[in-house]
């Protein structure tokens, strides 16, 4: 039962442009919402988060939208930057529940200069 | 100041051998968190530790995988009688637990078994 999934394997944007990766979750618990950016052999980095009760959050270039109703998120990154191309996760927490991540397949963002 | 560190970087082992993963969270982060990272797929939970409390251990996914820590500090993954489907990247992570949801990982462990 995967709980929280990423549709699209890869996406590839031209530099300046607006990316748009998006998440769609099954679970209706989670408290929170989370994106990660992975480069190649290092650990997840945070970006930005959202609680289940909001539905826009915004830090800098990037901004993610929840509507609840049809059980979606995506994150906005504007202007995309070649230094974005990366992997990039979306998760759903159960903060209440000690705080434990599931997380989507992930996106490959490729940001074309 | 200091993020989560990990060692070793890379193991190889062979299928049927014992390996042992730390994890170093950052100071005084109260939660620590394993994941697993199969090629081309998403970060999978495998335990929580938070404070003196009984750690959640609802995602190892068998007995022959184990993890302790004391305290605050250190954690060990320990995984018996290794498998070739045990081959992955272990990632910790740790939180502060004080009203937000961010968790920080560290650069991971690869985990070859031959």
């Known amino acids: 039962d995967q709980q929280v999934k990423q549709n699209s394997p890869s996406l590839s944007v031209q530099e300046g442009r607006i990316s748009i990766l998006n998440c769609d979750y099954t679970?209706?618990?989670?408290?929170?919402f989370l994106w990660y950016k992975k480069y190649p052999a290092e650990g997840p980095t945070f970006l930005i988060s959202i609680s289940s009760i909001k539905d826009k959050n915004e830090d800098g270039r990037f901004t993610v939208f929840l509507n609840k109703s049809a059980k979606h998120l995506s994150l906005h990154i504007v202007p995309s930057q070649p230094g974005d191309s990366a992997v990039y996760f979306c998760?759903?927490?159960?903060?209440?529940?000690?705080?434990?991540?599931?997380f989507g397949q992930g996106t490959e963002l490729s940001v074309k200069p | 100041g200091a993020g989560v560190s990990q060692s070793p970087s890379n193991k190889v082992t062979e299928k049927g051998k014992d390996v042992e993963l730390r994890c170093d969270p950052i100071?005084?982060?109260?939660?620590l968190y394993w994941y697993r990272q199969r090629l081309g797929q998403g970060l999978e939970f495998l335990i929580y530790f938070q404070g003196n409390s009984a750690p959640d251990k609802s995602g190892l996914p068998s007995d022959r995988f184990s993890a302790e820590r004391t305290g605050e500090s250190v954690s060990t993954l320990t995984i018996q009688r290794t498998q070739q489907e045990d081959s992955a990247v272990y990632l910790c992570?740790?939180?502060?637990?004080?009203?937000?949801?961010?968790?920080?990982f560290g650069p991971g462990t690869r985990l070859t078994v031959t």
């Open positions: 100071s005084g982060h109260t939660a």
């Open positions: 679970n209706s618990m989670f408290d929170y």
């Open positions: 998760a759903g927490c159960f903060y209440n529940q000690g705080g434990k991540l599931i």
């Open positions: 992570a740790s939180s502060f637990r004080q009203g937000t949801p961010e968790q920080y």
